[in-house]
């Protein structure tokens, strides 16, 4: 049996018995948030409860690393529309140690993406067209400094309301233990 019919046939028994009615809420978040975080697997449900955030509670965009790295990108863009449409008035970026951006090897991911079958023909399109593999897919050498990177990304933005408090965390993936960063009240003190 495929996994997208296990899925199919849990979702049809969590529909019938009314499982999704534990789960209701609006789409504002309650706490007014939104947190930006990695998506590895070890932060689906240990990343909330680490944080105390239930179902509802806030806004979460995951990606690899928990790095904005285009300030005109689908991911800043997500960050607008929590903060002027979803009454998101908060910021939290949460990387986590021992993540995989942190060793990303442009060259090695670039001869996988061979090996699985993308041509030659098509990566040197890319790169005549101006698209630089490497530099594109390119990690970060230290957790803490993709996490300030991003903050400061976020906080720079023009589009960012004024003194909206933009905060940096680090989280063990084995523990949940939070280190702070970048704390986005201290600096909006600071700018007042």
Request: proline share 4%.
């Amino acid at each position: 049996m495929s996994q997208i019919t296990d899925i199919m046939e849990f979702n049809k028994k969590f529909v019938e018995q009314k499982e999704y009615e534990t789960y209701l809420t609006s789409r504002f978040p309650d706490k007014k948030m939104l947190i930006i975080t990695c998506m590895d697997t070890r932060l689906v449900e240990l990343l909330p409860k680490a944080m105390n955030f239930k179902n509802g509670d806030v806004k979460i965009i995951k990606n690899a690393g928990a790095v904005i790295s285009q300030p005109f990108g689908s991911v800043m863009r997500s960050v607008m529309v929590a903060l002027y449409e979803l009454d998101a008035d908060e910021v939290i970026v949460v990387g986590h140690y021992e993540c995989g951006m942190a060793s990303l090897n442009a060259d090695k991911m670039i001869n996988s993406i061979k090996e699985r079958g993308v041509s030659e023909q098509v990566l040197s399109t890319l790169e005549n067209s101006g698209i630089k593999l490497t530099k594109w897919l390119r990690g970060f050498d230290n957790v803490e400094e993709g996490v300030i990177q991003t903050v400061e990304l976020i906080k720079r933005h023009p589009l960012l309301p004024p003194n909206v408090p933009v905060h940096g965390m680090i989280i063990d993936p084995a523990t949940g233990a939070l280190e702070l960063v970048s704390d986005g009240y201290v600096e909006n003190k600071a700018t007042l």
